[in-house]
């Protein structure tokens, strides 16, 4: 059988270890040549090709349900899923999706895109399960990393006291999630697998056996249980840990053994009642590159196999935002001992990487825990430091409660800096930074500004470390900045709520906030050829509002459109239209952003396009409103 064949997991049933040993190079083939053509999750998935081979060897998945948690490691679950033949379009428009997504396949059971998830919902489908007098299966499968989040560890305190309610867990412990893994589990799982004991007898147990009378050079298979028991009794710790909370503990198995792991499974399912399986893996399996450097090729832009380097583009790109805002930080950090960045697990991607080689002791990584971010942040914000909370704009949303109740209410002042704020292409819908302007506007206290461009975005870094009177937070997108001079020191502040005009014209009042404003300059250049001329304002802060400026301008000008990179409701062009009408300026508003809809996985600009956001098609969406309200106009005339 080939990969291409398998549309459906059960099509590997009764194959032998020999014959899913090949399905599983294939898998690995088929995963390289996809991701290396069009980007994305190198080393997980290549790292779980067995775990899922064994697993769905003892599942029918017609009837058993599968979760996985944050999809990163799902695509060999998506090519023996009836999606090898597609599998090229991964992350693109109308494509295979990075992630699970429910609406794609009949397979994805639980979509997923942020970590921890897992345990949650597979315990939901067991419970549901036993209220509907069914009798599937359930398993779910998170990693090492994940499992530092805080829901993954209050859905382990649940199904612990379900001593009745049959779930799996599958620990696919790595040692590795995007950063070096942080906090008391992880660190705790790897000191269990480097114990000596296990060391003493992984290496010398075997050896010991030889000398036994009539064993010689060959073991039995009895004797090799026995010596796979013998491991397992060396390191109870590890099992007392799960057994307390209430699971039944198995492992740690060989990941990457194939017999081993689906005996494993196969006996886990008789257990009545909650049981953990602790998984081996190694991150990037199969691709030698990928083995030695887990956390630079967890993820990866289009690359050459050989190498495994990065494509080189045809033409010099500007600095990415991250890189900006990491050695702008970092430099403000040597000259302040009191500056300290946060991360949750995105040093890399956040640039906070460069701060950790240049002042590590002012440099905390916390794990993929984002709500502990924030709160930690504001602990040290009640004695004098500076935290500047650096976590992607999805992330942030998963800790809007700490926001509110730790910082907001208490005045703190913490700063959030927002990155892949907007919309971030490929890894779709989960990822999109849509909500950020709306949620923290709505929140007393906090102030909200975003760049036009990276230099711009020096001086916000100095603005929101100079400011004390509260939370302030920052949004930047993802990607690089438009190539505008960069300054190596002397950045100076920003006075708060203050805009700036860069546009004169009579016909036209457009607001542009953050990532919108270069778009804004360039459909007032198109508006102009239609004989509208704009005048353009780069608004710099969403809230408080520049109504000394914007005001003014709208009555003078009475047409007014705002221009974000978010969603429309509740975000920036809301808050205008509310300035307006608590002032009771009398203008006509248009709204230009992100309407009510998820945008879908694609390039940035195809998403754009999709949803009119370019600036030839806002242009036209302005004209088309322009003119409407003159017909409107003469009608009541007549």
């Known amino acids: 059988m080939h990969l291409s064949d398998v549309t459906h997991p059960n099509q590997l049933h009764g194959l032998s270890i020999h014959q899913l040993e090949q399905i599983a190079r294939q898998i690995r083939e088929k995963h390289l040549e996809t991701v290396a053509a069009s980007g994305g999750h190198l080393g997980p998935g290549l790292g779980v090709v067995e775990l899922t081979l064994a697993l769905y060897q003892t599942l029918d998945l017609d009837r058993d349900k599968v979760v996985w948690d944050v999809g990163h490691q799902a695509y060999p679950h998506k090519l023996i899923t009836g999606r090898y033949h597609d599998f090229h379009t991964l992350r693109q428009k109308d494509g295979v999706a990075g992630y699970l997504k429910r609406s794609e396949n009949k397979f994805d059971h639980f979509g997923a895109g942020h970590a921890s998830t897992s345990i949650s919902a597979a315990l939901g489908m067991a419970l549901a399960r036993d209220l509907q007098g069914d009798d599937y299966k359930v398993a779910a499968i998170i990693g090492d990393g994940a499992l530092t989040g805080g829901m993954a560890l209050e859905a382990i305190n649940h199904a612990g006291h379900l001593p009745s309610t049959r779930l799996l867990v599958v620990l696919n412990d790595n040692e590795m999630s995007i950063s070096p893994n942080v906090g008391a589990i992880p660190r705790y799982l790897n000191k269990m697998r480097l114990s000596p004991p296990m060391q003493f007898l992984t290496d010398n147990l075997e050896e010991q056996f030889k000398h036994l009378p009539f064993v010689g050079d060959s073991l039995t298979p009895e004797l090799s249980r026995v010596k796979e028991g013998m491991k397992r009794l060396a390191v109870p710790k590890v099992g007392a840990v799960f057994e307390e909370l209430g699971f039944t503990y198995m492992g740690p198995v060989d990941g990457h053994n194939l017999a081993e792991l689906m005996n494993t499974f196969t006996e886990a399912h008789k257990i009545e009642g909650p ?364």
């Open 275 to 638: 049981v953990l399986v602790h998984v081996a893996t190694t991150k990037g399996k199969g691709y030698a590159i990928a083995e030695k450097d887990q956390v630079g090729y967890h993820a990866q832009n289009p690359f050459d196999l050989a190498t495994g380097k990065a494509k080189p583009s045809t033409t010099p790109k500007p600095p990415k935002y991250a890189k900006v805002f990491g050695h702008t930080l970092s430099k403000i950090a040597e000259q302040n001992p009191k500056v300290v960045g946060i991360t949750a697990a995105m040093s890399t991607g956040t640039g906070l990487d460069i701060l950790c080689k240049k002042v590590p002791q002012q440099y905390i990584d916390v794990g993929i825990a984002e709500q502990h971010a924030v709160t930690l942040a504001a602990g040290l914000a009640t004695q004098g430091m500076r935290p500047v909370a650096a976590i992607y704009s999805t992330f942030l949303q998963r800790a809007f409660d700490q926001i509110v109740h730790d910082v907001c209410i208490q005045k703190l002042p913490v700063f959030f800096c927002l990155d892949r704020a907007g919309i971030v292409g490929a890894d779709g819908p989960t990822h999109q930074g849509m909500y950020d302007i709306a949620y923290l506007r709505s929140i007393p206290h906090m102030v909200l500004m975003a760049p036009k461009d990276e230099a711009e975005l020096q001086r916000m870094i100095v603005t929101g470390i100079n400011y004390t009177d509260g939370p302030i937070a920052m949004r930047y997108p993802r990607g690089n900045g438009v190539g505008v001079p960069l300054m190596e020191e002397g950045w100076e502040t920003l006075p708060i709520g203050k805009a700036e005009v860069l546009r004169q014209g009579d016909d036209l009042l457009i607001l542009g906030y953050g990532s919108m404003v270069y778009p804004a300059l360039q459909t007032a250049e198109i508006l102009s050829e239609h004989g509208i001329q704009a005048t353009v304002v780069n608004a710099r802060f969403a809230k408080p509002i520049d109504e000394e400026i914007i005001l003014p301008l709208a009555k003078q000008i009475g047409r007014v459109v705002t221009m974000e990179e978010g969603c429309i409701m509740g975000g920036f062009g809301s808050g205008v239209a509310e300035a307006l009408m608590e002032a009771q300026v009398a203008a006509h508003v248009v709204r230009l952003g992100v309407p009510d809809v998820l945008v879908d996985h694609a390039t940035a600009d195809q998403a754009k396009a999709a949803i009119g956001l370019t600036p030839a098609q806002m242009a036209t969406t302005i004209l088309s409103r322009c003119q409407l309200e003159e017909q409107m106009a003469t009608l009541h005339q007549q």
